[in-house]
């Protein structure tokens, strides 16, 4: 579990693959509050040479985390977070740092000073690594490191909202590596670069590139195809799994400000006759100064145990325990045949448009209901308030509800900056699973309260 369940969400690949200086600027703070409510541009003017910038931060809390079973091995640690960023521009930014917890008290017999759980694993050793990039979105190579938050691999229909966090004593970091050569597009991925866990890869190709040489509009016409495989050997031992899926997207209404697209796709698992699903469905993006705006809808079918989202916002705990009556592990669990409905939305509002990666608002979306009346759900929103001096953030997870053996979860963090923005007071909460050794998910909950300090240059 990493000190503030919801920070990670601030840290996307699509935050990290572009420039850290937004994050140095909400750091930093005064400059950007003055600026904003002087009604001028907060963004710095990009001199022609290299600059760099840095911010160090330390966090020292109080975290407590108590189990919801009545087994009473409640456990309360001193928590202190040093934090590293350095931004080399577009194309280099690296954010190193990790939480360090010293016991309080709790633990049971033998319990050392230090929370073994965070650090008795190679894997474990990559949450010191939160942000490590080379190469931008505008380059035709680009590598990231860290953790992966909401992740969607291109198309989404194998990998999307997932979250290589969700187990609370597994800390890996994953990899991102994009390319583009003329009209082919590809992004790897790796969930855990320390450890045989889940990768996976999809190839894109712009047809109309192919058919008719350089086109005006890059993407119009698209055919993707994409695997995942999870070796299930990191972060606790699980059924390994392969699914497969082929897209195509066609741009229907393509403006320097909003898209249009339709989309479909079929899929399976290889190896596993009659496991196969097939999705329709469409896309609006808006993008303006002050708004980014993205949206979902699809129709789907599954049949023989496929269905699109496998690697989803709860697959690291559902690799263990699927959500249902079964108590089985999702690779091997049964999934009704039947149709769904997914929607997904994602929200960024700035009234100041300084183009960094703080907005106003900030929401993220989705759903699907199954014909067979099981209902998903996950979705976060971070807001900022008087003059960006507080921020509140929601996360919540529910899985199968309206069944038996349905999942949730939740959590909660509110920073409240003070005395010019360099010192701020924080307090997050919520709820956790557990997986165990023997493959069964063991419900607690976390509490925190503490202080930080930060500095940019």
């Known amino acids: 579990m990493s000190g503030h369940p919801l920070e990670a969400y601030m840290h996307s690949k699509q935050s990290t693959l572009t420039t850290l200086l937004p994050l140095l600027l909400m750091a930093g703070w005064v400059s950007e509050v003055s600026a904003s409510a002087e009604g001028v541009d907060p963004s710095p003017p990009v001199p022609p040479e290299r600059r760099w910038y840095y911010l160090t931060r330390v966090e020292a809390t109080t975290l407590a985390l108590v189990p919801r079973t009545g087994a009473g091995n409640d456990e309360a640690f001193i928590q202190v977070e040093p934090t590293l960023i350095i931004d080399g521009g577009p194309e280099f930014g690296i954010n190193v740092g990790a939480p360090i917890r010293f016991r309080m008290w709790g633990g049971g017999s033998g319990a050392g000073l230090m929370r073994r759980e965070d650090w008795d694993s190679l894997s474990d050793w990559g949450q010191l690594i939160r942000g490590l990039k080379f190469g931008s979105d505008n380059a035709p190579m680009g590598i990231w490191f860290g953790p992966l938050e909401e992740h969607r691999l291109l198309s989404g229909h194998l990998v999307r909202r997932y979250s290589n966090r969700t187990h609370p004593d597994y800390h890996p970091a994953g990899g991102i590596l994009t390319a583009t050569l003329g009209p082919i597009h590809a992004e790897a991925f790796a969930s855990d670069v320390l450890g045989a866990r889940l990768m996976g ?58 898209e249009v697209h339709l989309i479909a796709g079929w899929g399976g698992r290889p190896g596993q006759g009659g496991a196969w699903g097939a999705v329709v469905g469409a896309g609006v993006d808006v993008l303006t100064e002050k ?31 699927a959500a249902g009556p079964e108590d089985l592990p999702l690779a091997e669990a049964s999934f009704p045949e039947g149709y769904s409905a997914f929607g997904e939305a ?112």
């Open 291 to 321: 708004l980014h705006l993205r949206l979902r809808l699809e129709a789907r079918r599954q049949h023989g145990g496929f269905r699109q989202g496998f690697f989803g916002a709860d697959y690291e705990l559902a690799r263990f325990q």
């Open 201 to 258: 890869a999809e190839l894109s190709l712009d047809l109309e590139h192919i058919l008719f040489g350089q086109p005006e509009q890059q993407g119009r016409y698209t055919l993707g195809l994409s695997a995942v495989h999870d070796w299930g050997q990191a972060g606790g031992l699980a059924p390994s799994v392969t699914l497969a899926h082929l897209d195509a997207t066609a741009g229907v209404l393509l403006r320097p400000d909003h």
């Open 346 to 457: 994602e929200v960024g509002w700035d009234a100041v448009s300084y183009g960094g990666l703080y907005k106003h608002l900030k929401l993220s979306l989705g759903a699907e209901a199954f014909s067979w009346g099981r209902l998903d759900v996950d979705g976060r929103i971070v807001v900022q308030l008087f003059e960006r001096s507080v921020e509140v953030a929601l996360k919540g997870l529910a899985i199968g509800a309206g069944k038996p053996g349905a999942r949730y979860l939740g959590a909660a963090e509110v920073r409240w900056r003070v005395l010019g923005g360099k010192l701020y007071a924080m307090g997050t909460g919520g709820t956790l699973l557990f997986p165990t050794k023997e493959a069964q998910l063991r419900p607690g909950a976390f509490a925190s309260v503490g202080l930080g300090v930060d500095n940019a240059r």
